[in-house]
């Protein structure tokens, strides 16, 4: 079987970044590296906090993002009628997982930020990175459903369950390992984010864990890319920086294995029984 050319030279250039990213940042990895405080103008020292605020952001927006993306897509799949509303609304939808992330960045700002009095805050941050995920957890999570054969569903309501009983025990539980998908794609999108955290929770230098959600945080895609273009000294913070990169890289690979893992889990779970 013929692989394509434009597959071999995206996987080779995928493959050159990740190398070159890890022969620069591998030395650099070490327990002090995770674990300590940044030091003398971030050239020195850990990214603890950075790996913290990153984990903060993580999970604020996905706990916001992901029960509001599955129960929309319940809604638009399962409620709602074929017609000019619908594909209004899957159009929309569409539009927004278009849209710049700076402009979510800009919209978090004066919403967030400023209208609702948030401040630069984990929970600002955590809620425009929400936002700017929700299209793509609506978009998956609808195609997990659609993807369900209706003979489930019409075997439920002939049993005598209720719509609700059906999509709870019938549809869900089928549809939840494609709706992991959304989830995958949630968290790979949220964890290199920069410009919507530079408008509403980022700290250039913070080099103390938060107490709440209304504190700011440091994050490693803000950091890595304050400690390559604006550090006090950009020369000898050049290793700190590929070990940043090299440690969001994995971040990013441990949290998508795992969801994977999980989805797996589920899709053989569903198929035994």
Same mark, same amino acid.
């Given at each position: 079987?013929?692989?394509?050319?434009?597959?071999?030279?995206?996987?080779?250039?995928?493959?050159?970044?990740?190398?070159?990213?890890?022969?620069?940042?591998?030395?650099?990895?070490?327990?002090?590296?995770?674990?300590?405080?940044?030091?003398?103008?971030?050239?020195?020292?850990?990214?603890?906090?950075?790996?913290?605020?990153?984990?903060?952001?993580?999970?604020?927006?996905?706990?916001?993002?992901?029960?509001?993306?599955?129960?929309?897509?319940?809604?638009?799949?399962?409620?709602?009628?074929?017609?000019?509303?619908?594909?209004?609304?899957?159009?929309?939808?569409?539009?927004?997982?278009?849209?710049?992330?700076?402009?979510?960045?800009?919209?978090?700002?004066?919403?967030?930020?400023?209208?609702?009095?948030?401040?630069?805050?984990?929970?600002?941050?955590?809620?425009?990175?929400?936002?700017?995920?929700?299209?793509?957890?609506?978009?998956?999570?609808?195609?997990?459903?659609?993807?369900?054969?209706?003979?489930?569903?019409?075997?439920?309501?002939?049993?005598?369950? %209720?719509?609700?009983?059906?999509?709870?025990?019938?549809?869900?539980?089928? +549809? *939840?390992?494609? #709706? /992991?998908?959304? !989830? =995958? @794609?949630?968290?790979?999108?949220?964890?290199?984010?920069?410009?919507?955290?530079?408008?509403?929770?980022?700290?250039?230098?913070?080099?103390?864990?938060?107490?709440?959600?209304?504190?700011?945080?440091?994050?490693?895609?803000?950091?890595?890319?304050?400690?390559?273009?604006?550090? %006090?000294?950009?020369?000898?913070?050049?290793?700190?920086?590929?070990?940043? +990169? *090299?440690?969001? #890289? /994995?971040?990013? !690979? =441990? @949290?998508?294995?795992?969801?994977?893992?999980?989805?797996?889990?589920?899709?053989?779970?569903?198929?035994?029984?």
């Amino acid at each position: 079987m013929d692989i394509p050319i434009a597959k071999l030279y995206r996987d080779w250039n995928s493959f050159s970044i990740l190398g070159f990213i890890m022969y620069k940042g591998i030395g650099v990895i070490s327990w002090e590296f995770i674990s300590e405080m940044p030091k003398d103008g971030m050239t020195k020292g850990g990214i603890y906090p950075a790996i913290i605020g990153t984990f903060c952001l993580i999970g604020g927006s996905i706990l916001f993002a992901f029960p509001i993306g599955v129960m929309s897509a319940i809604y638009i799949n399962e409620y709602t009628k074929h017609g000019y509303f619908r594909s209004f609304i899957q159009l929309m939808t569409s539009n927004l997982a278009g849209i710049p992330s700076i402009v979510f960045g800009l919209f978090g700002m004066s919403l967030f930020v400023n209208q609702l009095g948030f401040g630069d805050s984990i929970l600002a941050g955590s809620l425009t990175l929400g936002l700017l995920v929700l299209p793509i957890v609506i978009r998956t999570t609808e195609e997990a459903l659609k993807a369900v054969d209706d003979n489930f569903r019409q075997a439920s309501l002939a049993l005598g369950a %209720t719509k609700l009983q059906t999509i709870q025990r019938v549809t869900l539980p089928i +549809a *939840l390992p494609n #709706i /992991l998908t959304g !989830l =995958i @794609l949630s968290i790979g999108r949220v964890s290199g984010e920069t410009a919507p955290i530079l408008f509403t929770v980022a700290a250039y230098f913070l080099p103390k864990l938060p107490s709440s959600i209304f504190d700011q945080v440091m994050a490693l895609p803000y950091h890595l890319y304050v400690i390559s273009t604006s550090g %006090t000294n950009i020369n000898d913070s050049r290793a700190m920086a590929y070990g940043t +990169a *090299l440690v969001l #890289i /994995l971040i990013v !690979l =441990i @949290l998508n294995l795992t969801a994977s893992a999980v989805r797996r889990y589920l899709s053989k779970k569903n198929n035994i029984n």
